[in-house]
């Protein structure tokens, strides 16, 4: 008994202050938040009393918090679309190897770099919606070009606007998504390409039947990791619009309410962005426990 | 291994000692706080640049005169118009660490921090400092709440104001002088769109949208039941929805890009030709004066078509929170934001006018004078967009209802969101 404390003992002692913290600090005020979620408390006063699903009844059958959905929708869509496609394209065209790869791979990388906010402004002036003679940004690049049928309202338009919105975000994160590919590539050994070749598969068969299974657990972290991304997007929705309707998602609903001091219903709003992403994230996690036990 | 027990342990008695010195350092600014308490005064405000900053230097040049023992602490939070400062005081009042005194705009937008309790009622300073008499009626009423007052206003601000082009106008053959009415306002605007203009109103993000919409809620209800609907009154009458349709018309004529842009950018379409009219308050006076341009020959004013005589006022203001660290010294903040010099050395750079009635108009610039004139006889109407009409809470709903329609043009979508949030706030 002795002897397996003092096993598991040191290392228990090691990461204690990060289990207290986390307990503290994540689980403990997320507890805070669906107890805060629960109550009446929409102005600065303390809470009264308990209404239960109130708040989440009245969330649902709101028409903006709706609308936010399906634009949270749009956005991860798009989002993830575009990051792994270029991601993918660009890992692909990495790997053949060609000279100055490591040129390449950080001038893709970078744009992971800047801060959200920053780019954000730039992609404010870039995607601004005027068209025809008042244009600017992309429209007047497309007029100068000739190419005036490309010019739209971008993200202000109201159905897909926010398709728009995820074009900055997949300019900074497929070079991330593009190194998760390039490393599985390169974990895949050298004598599966030989033997398939051997075995007289063309490139393109190669790369279907042998290549792209082996890369089905890179491609699910890119798909969680870029989708719960998006889910927490913030930063770059601010830059870019502003805290406005046509561009609302979930994130930016809740800021605009705590700014109302309506308490319990940024935290309902808080606990339902919580549970998408758990429904996001959980799977994974645990298919991934049960691939390590499995090892 | 020994030596690396020493190190180990020498680290660890490090940790611990800066653990120490960081517990004396808080205890001393607490200690310091409150043996200072006699002497400072925190202003929270988030004017931080330009015309604002330079207004706030002259309410603290008079303040270092007429409160010589007191010293001005200045507690701004610069950006986004006050929603970054709003949430920094919203956490400090939670905390009960509230500054000394904080800016807020005058009217309704108090009402959430008066059900929280957490700013004091300065009626007897009103009586002490003599400002019953020096502020207008209409103003003394709308800043009443259940027979108390609640802030000092130090300026007001006029939102029903549209500026022209009067070059653009001429072009297209259309008189510089206000139309009488919307409907002459629309037939203006087809007018000038007929003359080459595609967007001849400028206007920008939602919030500037709903400044127009109140607008055009001012000019066809009229003040008195266009001021009842924040006030239990019946949004969705027939009367509003007409004046939503006119709404919807004159968004017709203003720029497809309007919800990536902000106030100033609507006015450079102005004065750059591009458009001929934006609604929007009275900082714009203080703009064009920077960038040189003169009324009438650059440009034209006139109080929104149809509300003529009607003062949409907004106002900033200082309070008195609950447990303000230095009380005496907030009360001398407060009789200097209410005087008479506070208020000129304040206006002056700000761009906007006293709420005192008896300020001279000699020492203001020329869009200041009529103003002036303009706000001792008018009739006053507040403005939603702007705090003075009802709570933040219905202003960021009826913002979005606005910026939901901008895309959608769906009158009774609107109207049904309308009667909603007034419901929300009244309920």
């Known amino acids: 008994m002795r002897h397996r404390i003092k096993t598991w003992g040191p290392g228990l002692l090691l990461v204690a202050p990060s289990i207290v913290a986390i307990g503290v600090f994540v689980y403990g005020l997320i507890g805070s938040t669906i107890n805060l979620s629960l109550t009446d408390r929409h102005s600065a006063r303390p809470a009264e009393n308990y209404v239960g699903t109130e708040n989440y009844g009245n969330l649902f059958s709101d028409d903006r918090f709706l609308h936010s959905l399906r634009n949270l929708a749009v956005l991860t869509v798009v989002f993830i679309v575009g990051t792994i496609f270029f991601g993918l394209l660009w890992a692909l065209l990495l790997e053949k190897g060609v000279k100055g790869e490591g040129f390449f791979r950080s001038i893709y990388l970078f744009p992971m770099a800047v801060s959200f906010v920053a780019s954000g402004v730039v992609w404010r002036w870039l995607l601004n919606s005027a068209e025809g003679q008042n244009a600017g940004g992309l429209n007047a690049l497309f007029g100068m070009l000739g190419l005036d049928f490309l010019q739209n309202p971008w993200w202000s338009h109201p159905t897909w606007g926010m398709a728009a919105m995820a074009l900055p975000a997949i300019w900074q994160l497929s070079g991330y998504i593009m190194a998760l590919f390039l490393a599985g590539f390169r974990g895949i050994p050298a004598e599966l390409r030989e ?95 049960r691939a390590e036990r499995g090892r | 291994m020994r030596r690396t027990s020493w190190i180990a342990g020498l680290a660890v008695a490090g940790l611990a000692l800066a653990a120490c010195g960081g517990d004396d350092g808080d205890e001393e600014e607490t200690g310091g706080t409150t043996g200072e308490a006699s002497g400072e005064v925190e202003v929270f405000t988030w004017w931080a640049a330009g015309g604002e900053k330079a207004g706030l230097d002259g309410l603290v040049s008079v303040f270092e005169q007429e409160c010589p023992d007191f010293e001005f602490v200045n507690g701004a939070v610069a950006g986004g118009a006050g929603s970054n400062a709003k949430q920094v005081l919203a956490s400090r009042l939670q905390t009960n660490e509230p500054p000394d005194t904080f800016q807020a705009h005058a009217g309704a937008e108090l009402t959430d921090y008066i059900d929280a309790g957490q700013i004091e009622d300065v009626s007897d300073l009103y009586d002490e400092f003599g400002l019953n008499e020096a502020f207008p009626e209409g103003l003394l009423e709308s800043l009443t709440v259940d027979d108390a007052i609640y802030s000092v206003p130090a300026n007001i601000h006029r939102a029903n104001i549209v500026w022209a082009n009067p070059a653009v106008l001429e072009g297209a053959g259309v008189s510089t002088d206000a139309p009488a009415s919307v409907d002459a306002w629309l037939a203006d605007l087809e007018t000038v769109r007929a003359s080459g203009i595609e967007a001849p109103l400028a206007i920008a993000a939602p919030w500037t949208q709903t400044m127009l919409m109140e607008a055009v809620l001012i000019a066809e209800l009229g003040p008195d039941a266009y001021a009842e609907l924040y006030d239990g009154g019946d949004w969705s009458s027939s009367d509003v929805t007409s004046a939503l349709e006119k709404y919807g018309q004159l968004l017709g004529y203003a720029n497809a890009d309007r919800e990536s842009l902000d106030w100033p950018d609507a006015l450079n379409y102005v004065t750059g030709g591009q ?145 909603a949030a007034a419901e929300s706030q009244m309920g």
């Open chain 1, 195 to 289: 033997a398939a070749r051997m075995d007289g598969a063309t490139e393109f068969q190669l790369y279907r039947h042998v290549i792209f299974p082996q890369l089905s657990p890179v491609a699910l972290s890119a798909l969680i990791i870029v989708g719960h991304m998006s889910m927490k997007m913030f930063d770059l929705i601010m830059a870019v619009s502003g805290a406005q309707f046509v561009t609302e998602v979930p994130s930016v609903y809740m800021w605009q309410t705590l700014l109302t001091s309506d308490y319990a219903k940024a935290a309902a709003i808080a606990i339902v962005l919580l549970v998408i992403v758990a429904l996001l994230v959980i799977p994974y996690l645990v298919q991934n426990a």
């Open chain 2, 275 to 419: 458009a001929a009219y934006t609604l929007m308050g009275d900082w714009v006076a203080a703009n064009l004066d920077l960038e040189g341009m003169v009324a009438p020959d650059d440009y034209v004013y006139w109080p929104a078509p149809g509300t003529d005589g009607v003062y949409q006022w907004l106002a900033d203001s200082f309070v008195l929170p609950v447990g303000a660290p230095n009380p005496e010294g907030t009360k001398c903040w407060l009789k200097v934001v209410g005087s008479a010099d506070g208020q000129r050395e304040f206006n002056v750079a700000k761009g906007s006018i006293p709420a005192r009635t008896d300020a001279d108009p000699a020492d203001y610039p020329p869009y200041q004078q009529s103003a002036m004139e303009d706000w001792a006889q008018d009739t006053l109407a507040p403005s939603l967009a702007h705090g003075s009409a009802g709570p933040v809470g219905w202003g960021d709903a009826v913002n979005s209802a606005v910026g939901q329609f901008s895309s959608g043009g769906d009158v009774g979508q609107l109207q049904d969101a309308l009667v």
